[in-house]
């Protein structure tokens, strides 16, 4: 068994999941949320491309919302900063998320400058949960006013600290987080009040039958997705903020109150799957 199997074994045969037929109340919406299955900790979402980790034989439990329809890993989002650094976000990160240093950044910074062209040299932009930065990096080598943070990465920094931004995005960043509430807060905060949120996330809407949900490549344990999203749950995250928010396509989506001029593009052509 390796060390991290050995670890993981200790840590929950200390308690750390509990009886599968309990109740947790919903990090989004407060409602009752039950017992929805499990998968093998090692499991990755390099497992959509034929690559395997061996089985920790550590399960870990998600439980789904009954209102909202949120999907979440109770005990995970328990764990410290340490915690997840140890068993997350450690050396072997890269195995299951190769794309993360340079691949996901190139792409996203190119869909950026394509998105919004000269108008992103003239605004302020955040690079939410930017992790080691790469992505605010390339856009500032393009003349972008970038800035990045991450609350995990940056850990001697607050986000009042930051001031406030006219376009966030957060690649990546929604299905990591322990707390949806506190994020899609703190973003808010960022934010001015005519500014732009660009995020990235997979929504499980549409996924058949619990058994095949959590065969679903995207309920990866090992790369931290602890926080699966339906549209319902976006919608009340939404309201809490006094947001709107549409699907711009698959697992891409923004939030706005007020439209600002140089993102008016963006939400120019009717989407059948507008949020609230």
Same mark, same amino acid.
């Given at each position: 068994?390796?060390?991290?199997?050995? !670890?993981? *074994?200790?840590?929950?045969?200390? #308690?750390?999941?509990? #009886?599968?037929?309990?109740?947790?109340?919903?990090?989004?919406?407060?409602?009752?949320?039950?017992s929805y299955g499990a998968v093998d900790f090692n499991k990755s979402c390099?497992?959509?491309? #034929?690559? +395997?980790?061996?089985?920790?034989?550590?399960?870990?439990?998600?439980?789904?919302?009954?209102?909202?329809?949120?999907?979440?890993?109770?005990?995970?989002?328990?764990?410290?900063?340490?915690?997840?650094?140890?068993?997350?976000?450690?050396?072997d990160y890269v195995l299951v998320d190769p794309d993360y240093a340079e691949?996901?950044?190139?792409?996203?910074?190119?869909?950026?400058?394509?998105?919004?062209?000269?108008?992103?040299?003239?605004?302020?932009?955040?690079?939410?949960?930017?992790?080691?930065?790469?992505?605010?990096?390339?856009?500032?080598?393009?003349?972008?006013?970038?800035?990045?943070?991450?609350?995990?990465?940056?850990?001697?920094?607050?986000?009042?600290?930051?001031?406030?931004?006219?376009?966030? *995005?957060?690649?990546?960043?929604?299905?990591?987080?322990?707390?949806?509430?506190?994020? /899609?807060?703190? /973003?808010?905060?960022?934010?001015?009040?005519?500014?732009? /949120?660009?995020?990235?996330? /997979?929504?499980?809407?549409?996924?058949?039958?619990?058994?095949?949900? !959590?065969?679903?490549?995207?309920?990866?344990?090992?790369?931290?997705?602890i926080s699966l999203f339906s549209r319902q749950s976006l919608n009340v995250?939404?309201?809490?903020?006094? +947001?709107?928010?549409?699907?711009?396509?698959?697992?891409?989506?923004?939030?706005?109150?007020?439209?600002?001029?140089?993102?008016?593009?963006?939400?120019?052509?009717?989407?059948?799957?507008?949020?609230?």
């Amino acid at each position: 068994m390796s060390l991290l199997s050995s !670890l993981l *074994t200790q840590y929950f045969r200390k #308690g750390a999941v509990g #009886g599968t037929h309990r109740q947790e109340p919903c990090p989004v919406c407060g409602a009752s949320s039950s017992s929805y299955g499990a998968v093998d900790f090692n499991k990755s979402c390099e497992e959509l491309r #034929g690559k +395997f980790l061996p089985p920790s034989n550590v399960s870990i439990a998600y439980y789904q919302c009954k209102d909202c329809g949120f999907c979440f890993a109770p005990e995970i989002a328990k764990w410290s900063l340490a915690e997840f650094e140890e068993r997350i976000y450690n050396k072997d990160y890269v195995l299951v998320d190769p794309d993360y240093a340079e691949a996901r950044p190139q792409s996203n910074a190119g869909s950026l400058m394509s998105m919004f062209g000269n108008q992103g040299l003239s605004i302020r932009h955040l690079d939410y949960g930017g992790g080691n930065g790469r992505l605010s990096q390339l856009l500032g080598q393009q003349g972008w006013n970038s800035s990045s943070y991450d609350p995990f990465v940056d850990r001697s920094m607050r986000a009042e600290q930051l001031g406030q931004f006219d376009l966030i *995005t957060a690649f990546e960043v929604f299905e990591h987080v322990p707390n949806p509430k506190e994020l /899609v807060r703190e /973003v808010s905060s960022l934010l001015v009040p005519d500014g732009f /949120v660009l995020f990235s996330t /997979v929504l499980s809407d549409g996924i058949p039958g619990s058994y095949e949900r !959590l065969k679903w490549w995207y309920a990866s344990p090992r790369n931290g997705h602890i926080s699966l999203f339906s549209r319902q749950s976006l919608n009340v995250l939404a309201r809490e903020n006094d +947001f709107q928010w549409r699907s711009l396509a698959d697992g891409l989506h923004c939030m706005w109150r007020s439209v600002p001029e140089w993102a008016a593009h963006m939400l120019s052509a009717k989407n059948p799957a507008d949020g609230y």
